[in-house]
């Protein structure tokens, strides 16, 4: 059974169904960049309280995964660190970001948007991260110093991935499974929550709907499906 199928179960138990965002990007004042981050946070929701139930549970499953990841969920989990087209490889095949600039450019016309949308709601609940919450967690790859929620891997893996199925609909499922274990695996490297990276997956999910038709993603798609000919 391979890595992917022995954590899906998981995966697909910290997911949720995400539901659209009514955001304004870029705002046009500042009265709509307040409206916009109100919304964006109502659809990802808010951080289990701390003391919790919920947030003890949080933290279970964080060390749990801690006891049980081997060498290649943490090699795995550091070539993700800086996520590009790359990390889909195991997918798409011929995934070289050199070979690919035009769906490197979509990704990172993404990369900007997910940003925008997921930075302002770290500020908004500031919660710590794991390793920064509690000293029993042994973080296992590169330390970050933004807050914890929601997650911007989990955020940008999944919206990276329902973007390259738009190029490859072949292969929609797993690139959408890969992108959910790209979230997950910042969990396994103790950088994050389960909770985080639900809720960076319903805003990876929301934000592809809202971004999907607008005239710049309509483009960068056109641009990009040039480097992915129909398989056969």
């Known amino acids: ?85 790359a990390a889909y490889a195991e997918v798409l095949g011929d995934a070289d970001p050199a070979r690919h600039p035009r769906t490197m450019a979509l990704l ?13 709601i770290k500020q908004r609940y500031a919660r710590p991260r794991p390793f920064v919450a509690d000293p029993r ?11 914890s929620f929601p997650s911007g891997h989990a955020t940008r893996g999944v919206l990276f991935a329902l973007l390259l199925a738009e190029l490859r609909p072949d292969l929609r499922e797993a690139l959408l499974a890969r992108g959910r274990l790209i979230g997950f695996d910042r969990v ?13 997956q319903r805003l990876g999910r929301a934000l592809f709907e809202r971004l999907r038709p607008t005239a710049p993603y309509q483009a960068a798609l056109q641009a990009a499906r040039a480097e992915w000919p129909p398989p056969g």
């Not at 179960?9 to 981050?37: F, K, Y």
């Not at 550091?78 to 087209?85: D, K, R």
């Not at 967690?137 to 807050?147: N, Q, S, Y």
């Open 1 to 85: 059974m391979t890595m992917l199928a022995r954590r899906l179960p998981l995966l697909l138990a910290v997911l949720s169904l995400a539901v659209a965002v009514p955001m304004a990007l870029p705002p046009r004042a500042l009265a709509d960049a307040g409206a916009a981050q109100d919304a964006v946070a109502a659809a990802v929701g808010a951080p289990p309280a701390a003391g919790s139930d919920e947030a003890k549970a949080d933290l279970a499953i964080v060390l749990w995964e801690q006891e049980r990841r081997t060498a290649a969920d943490l090699a795995r989990a550091a070539s993700e660190e800086e996520l590009t087209l």
């Open 108 to 120: 990172e016309l993404a990369r900007n948007d997910a940003w925008a949308a997921a930075g302002p």
């Open 137 to 147: 967690v042994r973080p296992a790859v590169a330390l970050e110093t933004t807050a």
């Open 188 to 200: 396994i490297g103790g950088v994050h929550f389960p909770s985080d990276v639900a809720a960076g």
